[in-house]
């Protein structure tokens, strides 16, 4: 019999194409899509990594260039000062430590890869998942800040998951071949549906699945309070 969590992605899955949008970037670029993209419309993330991709060719050029250059061209998706500092550091240390090569750490078994590319300042747990899933078809299930909101939301996290431990529970339930897809419709349904302020819950496909929606506010205190502590949790 289906679980709850398995109704629910295959609801999404039929309702929501899937954009493997990496496909189309060499790893490193991939990296910087994936930093981009935190809370930040796709739509920017999309112009923005496509002027890196334009403009450097590889982490050694990234990590030549002058900080305020890679602001520039990675202005489009915000927050540029911030992230321009982060990915230069990134890339200093990929050329200190694997001569620029992000394939070096790629190649790795998974715990030993994402154990690597999260000693890097700069790369947390799930953006070392992103990049891992993107890059090696690494089987896993990334939870980013829209799938803990819906997951909260439809009552399958709780208040004591952390980044881990709420990936560890949504894995146990999703097969390993529609964990991507899993993801990405997760993330499509965050964005179009139940966004972090005002969800869109009358239109919402998974309603009847909902915890929360009889709240007058979806992002109430103890939502709130926990949400923050995740985003903390990872980057
Ligand atoms: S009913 Fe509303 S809060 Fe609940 S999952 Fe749907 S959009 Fe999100």
């Not at 990334?142 to 949504?170: C, N, Q, T, W």
């Not at 549906?193 to 009889?214: A, T």
Request: aromatic content about 8%; some cysteine.
């Amino acid at each position: 019999m289906e679980t709850k969590l398995q109704k629910i992605v295959q609801i999404l899955s039929e309702k929501y194409e899937i954009n493997e949008w990496w496909e189309r970037y060499a790893p490193f670029e991939t990296l910087v899509g994936i930093i981009l993209s935190q809370r930040t419309y796709w739509k920017n993330v999309r112009v923005a990594t496509e002027r890196f991709a334009e403009r450097f060719n590889c982490a050694g050029d990234v990590a030549k260039a002058d900080v305020e250059e890679i602001e520039e061209v990675i202005k489009p998706a915000g927050l540029y000062r911030i992230r321009a500092r982060r990915i230069k550091n990134i890339a200093k240390d990929l050329v200190e430590k694997y001569d620029g090569k992000l394939n070096k750490i790629s190649n790795l078994p998974y715990d030993e890869a994402k154990k690597k590319l999260t000693s890097i300042k700069g790369i947390g747990p799930k953006t070392a998942d992103v990049f891992l899933m993107a890059i090696k078809k690494e089987r896993v299930l990334p939870v980013d800040v829209h799938i803990f909101r819906i997951m909260r939301r439809l009552g399958i996290a709780d208040e004591r998951d952390d980044y881990e431990s709420l990936r560890a529970k949504l894995e146990s339930e999703i097969p390993p071949e529609q964990r991507t897809k899993a993801h990405l419709v997760l993330i499509e349904f965050g964005r179009r549906v139940c966004g972090s302020q005002n969800p869109k819950c009358e239109e919402c496909p998974v309603k009847r699945y909902c915890e929360v929606r009889r709240w007058s506010h979806p992002a109430g205190h103890n939502y709130a309070r926990s949400h923050l502590a995740y985003q903390s949790l990872i980057i």
